[in-house]
C-alpha cells in the first residue's frame, strides 16, 4: 500500500505541502423552506454559537453546542441540516433557480438534493437518482423532513437511467469518489493508486451519461471529495479534449484548478475550476467544474 508519505509526496508535488492531519470544520445549513426567519437567534437562544461561513448564501460553523443538533426538535422540524462547507458549496456553484428542471444524479442520503430544492422554492422540476436502494431510505427521508415538494425520486444505475424527452437545465454530478483524508482518518492506510484510477474511469462514463440529459447551453457541476488530479483536472481535460462543452469561471475560497499535473500541461481553461486544499480553506478536499454544454 502507498501510504501517507506517498500521497503527501503527491500532494507537495502539486505545489501544497500538507500534514495529513487537517481537519474540517462542524457546519450547517438553514433550510428556507421550512425555518422561520429567526432561526439563527432560536438556535443562540439554545446555547448554539454559530459563525456565518463567508463563501454561502445559508452555511453557518458551529462554533459551540451543548447538545447533538443532528436530534434536536429544530432538526427533526427540518429547519436545518448538518453539511459540511465544501459539499454546500458546489450547489453554491450550480446556483439552480426556481422553473427550471434539474437532476441530481448521484442524489442519496439527500442533503444536497434538499438544498438544491431550497434554492429552486419548491418551484420547477427536481429528478434525484441513486442506484442504492437502502441509501434511498434516507433521501426520502430528508426529502420529507425538510419539506421537498417539487422532487421525483428514481432507484437506478445513473448509467441504465431512461427518462424519454427529458433534458435539464442543470445537473449536479457529485459523483462516488476516493474521498481524502480529512473526513477518513483511515484513508492513508486503505487507499491504492490503483483505485483512484478506477474510480477516474467510472467518472468518465457518468461525465458522458450527464451531459446527455442536458439540454444544449445547460450547466453540468462535477464535485468531487477528493485531492486527486485523476478524479479532477484530468477528467476535465479528457471532457474538453472529447465533448462540445465550456468551462464556466467559479469565483470563491481555494485555489484555480491545476494546469500542471506531473508533468503534464493541462488546458489554461481548467484554471476556471475550483480546488479545495484542506490547509487553505479549513474543510475537506473537494474539487468542483462548471461545465457548459455547446
Not at 438556535?43 to 451543548?66: A, M, N, P, Q
Not at 432538526?75 to 446556483?95: K, P, T
Not at 473526513?183 to 491504492?192: H, I, L, N
Not at 465533448?243 to 484555480?256: A, D, M, Q, R, W
Request: proline share 4%; glycine share 8%.
Amino acid at each position: 500500500m502507498p501510504g501517507r508519505r506517498f500521497f503527501l509526496d503527491r500532494y507537495s508535488e502539486l505545489g501544497h505541502t500538507l500534514t495529513g492531519k487537517e481537519a474540517t470544520r462542524k457546519s450547517l445549513r438553514v433550510n428556507w423552506l421550512k425555518a422561520p426567519e429567526d432561526i439563527i437567534e432560536r438556535l443562540r437562544t439554545l446555547g448554539v454559537e454559530l459563525r456565518r461561513i463567508d463563501f454561502l448564501k445559508d452555511g453557518y460553523y458551529i462554533e459551540k453546542t451543548d447538545f447533538s443538533l443532528g436530534a434536536s426538535f429544530e432538526y427533526l422540524l427540518g429547519y436545518y441540516s448538518l453539511q459540511e462547507a465544501a459539499s454546500q458549496f458546489a450547489v453554491e456553484v450550480m446556483d439552480p433557480k426556481p422553473g427550471e428542471a434539474i437532476m441530481d444524479m448521484f442524489a442519496a442520503p439527500g442533503i444536497k438534493t434538499t438544498q438544491i430544492a431550497d434554492r429552486m422554492g419548491n418551484i420547477g422540476a427536481l429528478v434525484a437518482v441513486d442506484i442504492n436502494r437502502k441509501r434511498l431510505y434516507a433521501l426520502e427521508n430528508s426529502l420529507e423532513r425538510c419539506g421537498v415538494e417539487n422532487c421525483v425520486v428514481y432507484w437506478s444505475n445513473a448509467l441504465d437511467l431512461y427518462l424519454e424527452g427529458l433534458q435539464f437545465d442543470g445537473l449536479l454530478l457529485d459523483v462516488p469518489c476516493s474521498g481524502n483524508y480529512v473526513t477518513d482518518k483511515e484513508w492513508f492506510s486503505k487507499r491504492r493508486i490503483e483505485d483512484i484510477e478506477k474510480n477516474a474511469e467510472r467518472h468518465r462514463l457518468f461525465l458522458e451519461s450527464g451531459l446527455n440529459f442536458l439540454r444544449k447551453g445547460g450547466e453540468l457541476v462535477y464535485a468531487t471529495c477528493s485531492l486527486e488530479p485523476e478524479e479532477n483536472e484530468l477528467n476535465i481535460q479528457w471532457l474538453l479534449d472529447n465533448h462540445p462543452v465550456e468551462l464556466e469561471k467559479i469565483e470563491g475560497p481555494g485555489s484555480p484548478g491545476l494546469v500542471e499535473v506531473f508533468g503534464e500541461t493541462l488546458s489554461p481553461e481548467i484554471s476556471k475550476c475550483r480546488r479545495f486544499w484542506p490547509d487553505e480553506t479549513g474543510t475537506q478536499g473537494f474539487f468542483v467544474a462548471r461545465v457548459r454544454k455547446k
